[in-house]
């Protein structure tokens, strides 16, 4: 698979409990980039890493929210304390110069 | 990055040319225009970029104005399965890609 991996495809969970998202991006990309999308808007930017490095975080990401990258492989995104405005599709993606592939997101239900 | 400006949806008959128009009339000369579109449930697919010149590959032509601020995204051939969100983007350093709300291009039969 050449893709870049979600997982999970959908989480469910309750207001208060943590929840962490896993994303496997293509293996020569060295960037990769967490997004959130809700119902009818673009996907807004979230943060982003350069191999093992977080490079650049959106006022977005609240102290909730975080995200690492550990040997510059595959990325974890938690969010800790869900709130119902949490809910949403989480994308990652990742890139070489000149090109994103996006995953297929894990959409969150935050109940 | 530079704002672009879209409409918000438009129809294509099945079969004939679908045209997207975007503005990015604040454009700075080194910022590639991306498209990008998103079917239903799925995350953002590219589809083409360029920075001057017109660009074609097996999905779609990328056609720029000379002056830059605005570009037509052309389908050949729409066919059903075209029918998503597409999103113009100007991207300048590589850094992260910008989204608008995109156009909704729905397909008829």
């Known amino acids: 698979d050449t893709g870049v991996s979600q997982d999970p495809r959908h989480k469910i969970t309750k207001r208060g409990q943590n929840v962490t998202f896993r994303c496997d991006p293509i293996s020569e990309h060295n960037r990769l980039y967490w997004y959130r999308q809700t119902l009818g808007q673009g996907p807004e930017f979230l943060t982003y890493?350069?191999?093992?490095?977080?490079?650049?975080k959106s006022r977005l990401l609240s102290d909730r929210f975080s995200a690492e990258r550990p040997k510059g492989s595959f990325s974890t995104l938690e969010i800790q304390r869900t709130e119902q405005g949490d809910s949403a599709m989480y994308l990652c993606?990742?890139?070489?110069?000149?090109?994103?592939?996006f995953g297929s997101g894990t959409r969150l239900t935050v109940v | 990055d530079a704002k672009t400006t879209q409409p918000t949806s438009m129809d294509c008959a099945e079969g004939r040319a679908a045209n997207l128009p975007c503005n990015h009339s604040?454009?700075?000369?080194?910022?590639?225009v991306y498209w990008y579109r998103q079917i239903h449930s799925q995350g953002p697919q590219y589809i083409i970029h360029?920075?001057?010149n017109n660009e074609t590959n097996e999905m779609a032509s990328l056609i720029i104005t000379e002056d830059r601020k605005s570009s037509t995204l052309i389908l050949p051939h729409a066919t059903l399965r075209d029918t998503a969100v597409y999103y113009c983007?100007?991207?300048?350093?590589?850094?992260?890609?910008?989204f608008g709300a995109g156009t909704i291009l729905r397909v008829k039969s």
């Open positions: 604040t454009i700075s000369g080194n910022e590639y």
């Open positions: 360029g920075l001057k």
């Open positions: 983007i100007g991207d300048r350093d590589g850094n992260k890609l910008v």
């Open positions: 890493f350069q191999n093992e490095a977080q490079l650049e």
């Open positions: 993606a990742s890139s070489f110069p000149g090109g994103y592939t």
